[in-house]
């Protein structure tokens, strides 16, 4: 049996993006990824919009001040430095494909293990009750 982590119930996926995105145990990398995708193109349609909306005067005091940190600029300028930033979260698929298994999965590999030593006793028990019994078989 390998070095494997095992659990009563599988850990829901956890993505961290902005906000912590839950999904249920039970599902599957597609669907996660067109959830996500969903997401990215809400987002960027926003995004967009605000972009539209800005000013080219707007844009321009924003490239002028491109060594100014940020907490010293408006809001408008994060809209026209980050406008079409917006991509899928990365490392998350590891969730799914080094998922710890339940115990109910790796049944067949832990049942030897729960039930040879017990077996074994009760082997090595009915032995000694031979032996004692001086090796008749009544």
Known sequence: MTTQH??????DIVIHWGEDIVYPSDS????????????????NADEEK???ELT???????????TTPFVR????CWIAVSHGDNALPKGWEDQLRNRPRTIMEALDE???LMIGPP???????????WIARGFRAE
């Open 6 to 11: 095992l659990v009563l119930r599988k850990p």
């Open 28 to 43: 599957t990398e597609d669907e996660i990824r067109v959830d996500l995708q969903r997401r990215v193109d809400k987002e």
């Open 50 to 52: 605000e972009f539209n």
């Open 56 to 66: 080219q005067e707007q844009k321009n005091y924003c490239a002028s001040h491109k």
């Open 73 to 76: 600029l408006p809001k408008y």
């Open 110 to 112: 832990l049942a030897p």
């Open 119 to 129: 077996a074994l006793l009760l082997l090595v028990g009915w032995v000694g009750v």
